[in-house]
């Protein structure tokens, strides 16, 4: 199984500045990686695919990079919008997925 | 516009069964693989199964082997989660969404709680 691991647990980050959330594989993924943003109470959101690739409709904001085991979520500036959970999930093993255990990011 | 509705979740006792649906809208749902994700309250999010288009391939995550199977109804367009053998540790919100098949969930559903309590 492919063990995925974010960090920190949580971001303490204020309006206006950059996020930047960690995610780690245990082994090489490629780059079939994908981001997703949950608010309270809300389903996920699909928001990065590809490790790079932004999904329909998610602003130019969010970014991400990196390969193999190591992949970073990127929001340049920081709407009041954006405060939320995201998970990141590997789906190199496809059919069989795995989730990281999410990044809480708030506002400082 | 892509909809996915899921019902029929609920309090069980342990050891019982239960069974989630989920109706899709707004796609060709023969199209596409078809997932179920849970969340434990307060927790992260976990796959928990997927079936290819035609149903003729189910995978599941190790934790539920032998105890949930999926299923899906392509006249109906709706996909389907047998719950046997519940145990407290399957209490989660369950969360239908659709599978690209390149591995993304693109559309989700609202999800439906399962409470396994005594």
């Known amino acids: 199984e492919i063990v995925m691991t974010q960090s920190p647990a949580t971001l303490s980050v204020s309006p206006g500045e950059r996020a930047t959330l960690s995610c780690r594989a245990s082994?090489?993924?490629?780059?079939?990686l994908a981001w997703y943003q949950q608010k309270p109470g809300q389903a996920p959101r699909l928001l990065i695919y590809g490790a790079s690739t932004r999904a329909t409709g998610i602003p130019a904001r969010f970014s991400g990079s990196g390969s193999g085991t190591e992949f970073t979520l990127t929001i340049s500036s920081l709407q009041s919008e954006d405060f939320a959970v995201y998970y990141c999930?590997?789906?190199?093993?496809?059919?069989?997925?795995?989730f990281g255990q999410g990044t809480k990011l708030e506002i400082k | 516009e892509v909809q996915l509705v899921e019902s029929g979740g609920g309090l069980v006792q342990p050891g019982g069964s239960l069974r989630l649906s989920c109706a899709a809208s707004g796609f060709t749902f023969s199209s596409y693989w078809m997932s179920w994700v849970r969340q434990a309250p307060g927790k992260g999010l976990e796959w928990v199964a997927n079936i290819k288009q035609d149903g003729s391939e189910k995978y599941y995550v190790d934790s539920v082997k032998g105890r949930f199977t999926i299923s899906r109804d392509n006249a109906k367009n709706s996909l389907y989660l047998q719950m046997n053998s519940l145990r407290a540790e399957d209490t989660a919100v369950y969360y239908c969404?659709?599978?690209?098949?390149?591995?993304?969930?693109?559309?989700w559903g609202q999800g439906t709680l399962v409470t396994v309590s005594s």
């Open positions: 969404a659709r599978d690209t098949a390149a591995g993304t969930l693109d559309y």
């Open positions: 999930q590997q789906y190199n093993n496809w059919p069989l997925y795995t």
């Open positions: 082994q090489s993924v490629s780059s079939n």
